[in-house]
């Protein structure tokens, strides 16, 4: 009996044994481990990563996800495709086995960067393309125009003058106001203005005319000669080839004058890298628009042609000028009444009368003119340096006015204020007068032939407010003219610094009663 009990306790546990290694072996054979929930490693994702392509396009985690999604690790491009290599080729793209049954689509190249668009032919209108023969001598009037239509209808368009080719033009005028905006007027060729008297009529105020527009601008390295000698030269009757053919068509030409090129009630005008020569009267005018830049500019006529200004403007703002070169007859800036916001510098003047403001109130009119500064210009040879110019019996008021930074080189008198202006004889004496103010002179240096400041000012309405820093003016004796001292009358303000020569005759201070300006000069 007891052998029996130890047999069948030995039994039993030699069971227990066997049972045990029997679970142990099931849970391997069937794949269970305790760790099944952990993430794989780095290591077993490579190795998957190698596994036949049956069943590659399934290790994203997904299960069934598509052979056209990108490898997670492959970089997406905004576009939402994957980026490729330097090779060209998509190398995180997973391949498909041939058994899938699956053809992947080839890889497309990124977009290229975006660039400016460079502009259509569509939105370029050739003056050559409208029948315009550039010869020098047929009237391509008709062709200029045929462009412009069609350009006005074409926002950003742009009407080309090629280079290399002269086109005669006659009085033509490039209209909005229901143009498109921003035309751009590319002028690479010349334009020369028309000879025969019968063009011009009994005479017209402009040859080129942009009028109405919104963001015009004229650009290029073109030239527009207005052939002014024709208005110029006049017959001489001891001459003996004065019956000639040239001679007669001059006789005919009108009295009253165009100006070259004129812009009229436009906005946003721009005028750079051009030149104009010979105009008949005034190069470049500006009446009436607001947002004008005038740059790299060349203006050139001679000395002697009779009122050819270089640049005219008037009832105008927002207007600079700089980095020009002006040579003519008379202003190579004149500033006109219902001016403002006006910068002028970086300008070379010479030959000519200077840089003025005015004549302002002829006609007993009444005229403003605010916030001008002129500096850091060069005037060689002018008449006049920098200017304020008014008519007896007018009204208004010149003010806020900045002469700065003026090198002027043989100059006749280079500090000038007059309203007693008057281009005749004579003219009647009025009591009213546009009333002057604030006026600052600095750094204006150089030599004068005549006289080196001249302030002639009236009585009823004194200038005031004027303002002497840094002149250094020495006289340079001309045989043709006669040296004279500083004069002034009734011209009010101060000397901040010594003056060269002296100008003692300025009053220090205001006028008497500090009353200056009246109610009609309030502007």
């Given at each position: 009996m007891r052998l029996g009990l130890k047999?069948?306790?030995f039994l039993l546990l030699l069971v227990l044994l066997v049972l045990c290694s029997s679970v142990h072996l099931s849970d391997a054979r069937s794949g269970k481990h305790?760790?099944?929930?952990?993430?794989p490693s780095t290591s077993l994702l490579r190795g998957k990563g190698k596994a036949k392509g049956s069943s590659s396009h399934k290790q994203n985690g997904k299960g069934n996800q598509s052979p056209y999604q990108p490898s997670p690790i492959a970089p997406v491009s905004p576009g939402g495709s994957p980026v490729q290599g330097r090779g060209g080729q998509g190398s995180t793209m997973p391949t498909p086995s041939s058994r899938t049954g699956y053809t992947l689509p080839p890889l497309q190249p990124p977009p290229p960067p975006l660039l400016p668009a460079a502009p259509s032919q569509d939105t370029v209108f050739n003056?050559?393309?409208?029948?315009?023969?550039?010869?020098?001598?047929?009237?391509?009037?008709?062709?200029?125009?045929?462009?412009?239509?069609?350009?006005?209808?074409?926002?950003?368009?742009?009407?080309?003058?090629?280079?290399?080719?002269?086109?005669?033009?006659?009085?033509?005028?490039?209209?909005?106001?229901?143009?498109?905006?921003?035309?751009?007027?590319?002028?690479?060729?010349?334009?020369?203005?028309?000879?025969?008297?019968?063009?011009?009529?009994?005479?017209?105020?402009?040859?080129?005319?942009?009028?109405k527009l919104t963001g015009i601008a004229i650009q290029g390295s073109g030239v527009i000669n207005g052939r002014g000698q024709e208005w110029w030269t006049y017959s001489d009757p001891n001459d003996d080839d004065d019956n000639d053919a040239f001679r007669v068509e001059l006789d005919k030409m009108p009295q009253i004058k165009p100006t070259a090129l004129?812009?009229?009630g436009s906005s946003n005008v721009t005028v750079t890298g051009i030149t104009i020569v010979n105009s008949s009267q005034c190069h470049l005018k500006f009446d009436s628009c607001q947002g004008v830049m005038v740059h790299d500019l060349t203006i050139s006529s001679p000395e002697n042609s009779p009122n050819t200004d270089g640049i005219h403007l008037q009832n105008s703002r927002e207007v600079s000028i700089h980095h020009t070169n002006m040579a003519c007859g008379d202003d190579c800036v004149s500033i006109q009444t219902g001016c403002s916001d006006i910068n002028i510098h970086n300008v070379n003047c010479g030959p000519g009368h200077g840089i003025s403001i005015g004549g302002l109130g002829r006609y007993n009119t009444k005229a403003c003119v605010s916030n001008v500064t002129v500096r850091d210009v060069n005037m060689f040879k002018t008449m006049n340096g920098v200017r304020i110019k008014t008519w007896q019996g007018g009204s208004g008021l010149v003010q806020g006015i900045r002469f700065s930074n003026i090198q002027v080189s043989e100059v006749q008198t280079p500090i000038i204020i007059d309203q007693f202006y008057c281009d005749k004889t004579s003219c009647r004496n009025q009591t009213s007068a546009v009333a002057v103010s604030g006026v600052q002179y600095e750094n204006i240096r150089g030599t004068f032939t005549i006289k080196p400041a001249h302030f002639a000012c009236s009585d009823n309405s004194p200038c005031s407010e004027i303002t002497l820093t840094g002149i250094q003016l020495k006289p340079l004796i001309v045989p043709q003219f006669h040296l004279y001292n500083p004069f002034c009358w009734q011209a009010f303000g101060q000397l901040y610094t010594p003056t060269v020569p002296p100008i003692p005759c300025l009053q220090i201070g205001k006028p008497a009663g500090n009353s200056v300006l009246s109610d009609g000069d309030v502007c």
């Amino acid at each position: 009996m007891r052998l029996g009990l130890k047999g069948l306790t030995f039994l039993l546990l030699l069971v227990l044994l066997v049972l045990c290694s029997s679970v142990h072996l099931s849970d391997a054979r069937s794949g269970k481990h305790w760790n099944h929930n952990r993430a794989p490693s780095t290591s077993l994702l490579r190795g998957k990563g190698k596994a036949k392509g049956s069943s590659s396009h399934k290790q994203n985690g997904k299960g069934n996800q598509s052979p056209y999604q990108p490898s997670p690790i492959a970089p997406v491009s905004p576009g939402g495709s994957p980026v490729q290599g330097r090779g060209g080729q998509g190398s995180t793209m997973p391949t498909p086995s041939s058994r899938t049954g699956y053809t992947l689509p080839p890889l497309q190249p990124p977009p290229p960067p975006l660039l400016p668009a460079a502009p259509s032919q569509d939105t370029v209108f050739n003056v050559v393309d409208f029948g315009a023969k550039g010869d020098g001598v047929t009237d391509d009037t008709q062709a200029f125009e045929a462009a412009w239509a069609a350009a006005c209808k074409v926002e950003a368009s742009t009407v080309l003058v090629p280079s290399e080719l002269e086109f005669v033009v006659g009085p033509i005028s490039f209209s909005g106001p229901y143009c498109k905006p921003n035309i751009l007027f590319q002028l690479d060729g010349t334009i020369l203005a028309q000879t025969s008297a019968r063009v011009w009529g009994s005479g017209l105020l402009q040859w080129l005319e942009f009028t109405k527009l919104t963001g015009i601008a004229i650009q290029g390295s073109g030239v527009i000669n207005g052939r002014g000698q024709e208005w110029w030269t006049y017959s001489d009757p001891n001459d003996d080839d004065d019956n000639d053919a040239f001679r007669v068509e001059l006789d005919k030409m009108p009295q009253i004058k165009p100006t070259a090129l004129r812009f009229y009630g436009s906005s946003n005008v721009t005028v750079t890298g051009i030149t104009i020569v010979n105009s008949s009267q005034c190069h470049l005018k500006f009446d009436s628009c607001q947002g004008v830049m005038v740059h790299d500019l060349t203006i050139s006529s001679p000395e002697n042609s009779p009122n050819t200004d270089g640049i005219h403007l008037q009832n105008s703002r927002e207007v600079s000028i700089h980095h020009t070169n002006m040579a003519c007859g008379d202003d190579c800036v004149s500033i006109q009444t219902g001016c403002s916001d006006i910068n002028i510098h970086n300008v070379n003047c010479g030959p000519g009368h200077g840089i003025s403001i005015g004549g302002l109130g002829r006609y007993n009119t009444k005229a403003c003119v605010s916030n001008v500064t002129v500096r850091d210009v060069n005037m060689f040879k002018t008449m006049n340096g920098v200017r304020i110019k008014t008519w007896q019996g007018g009204s208004g008021l010149v003010q806020g006015i900045r002469f700065s930074n003026i090198q002027v080189s043989e100059v006749q008198t280079p500090i000038i204020i007059d309203q007693f202006y008057c281009d005749k004889t004579s003219c009647r004496n009025q009591t009213s007068a546009v009333a002057v103010s604030g006026v600052q002179y600095e750094n204006i240096r150089g030599t004068f032939t005549i006289k080196p400041a001249h302030f002639a000012c009236s009585d009823n309405s004194p200038c005031s407010e004027i303002t002497l820093t840094g002149i250094q003016l020495k006289p340079l004796i001309v045989p043709q003219f006669h040296l004279y001292n500083p004069f002034c009358w009734q011209a009010f303000g101060q000397l901040y610094t010594p003056t060269v020569p002296p100008i003692p005759c300025l009053q220090i201070g205001k006028p008497a009663g500090n009353s200056v300006l009246s109610d009609g000069d309030v502007c």
